[in-house]
């Protein structure tokens, strides 16, 4: 999920660019025969490591942001912060795991539901929300930025 240097991005045009990268990595991965362990490997950590840095930013940044500005998102966040601890505890399996092992594509395929699902909540129900907000979502993009960044060049 690099190739965000872009100023001057808001903050759900970040995040929202961001699944679509995830998107296309999750198809990609569909498309992998059985044979690809090591590509299969390479591609699930990769998916991996996006959903961690992303989850992290909206985890640290943009929900906090989102829940101070209204008490009308305080569920919607809420929800969306379980929805990320299932998510995190399937990430930490995936990437314990080889593409050989037992369930291992049908956890790759059941975290990438479960991220479709909250990508649509989210595209749907909380961006439309957080846009009506009083807040800065230039502002928001910037520090988010900056925290993919550091993310980034921990990984």
Do not use: W
């Amino acid at each position: 999920m690099a190739n965000t240097t872009n100023a001057g991005v808001d903050a759900v045009e970040l995040l929202t660019r961001q699944h679509r990268e995830v998107e296309e990595m999750f198809e990609r991965f569909e498309n992998m025969t059985d044979r690809a362990k090591v590509s299969k490997k390479k591609l699930a950590d990769e998916i991996c490591a996006a959903l961690i840095m992303h989850t992290t930013i909206e985890e640290e940044i943009f929900y906090p942001a989102t829940r101070e500005a209204s008490e009308d998102t305080e569920d919607m966040v809420d929800e969306a912060v379980v929805e990320h601890a299932s998510a995190k505890d399937l990430i930490a399996q995936i990437m314990e795991m080889d593409p050989g092992d037992d369930l291992y594509d049908a956890k790759v395929k059941v975290l990438g539901e479960m991220v479709e699902h909250h990508v649509e909540e989210e595209e749907k129900e909380m961006f439309p929300k957080t846009k009506q907000l009083k807040l800065d979502m230039q502002a928001l993009g910037a520090e988010m930025q900056a925290r993919q960044k550091e993310i980034e060049a921990s990984q």
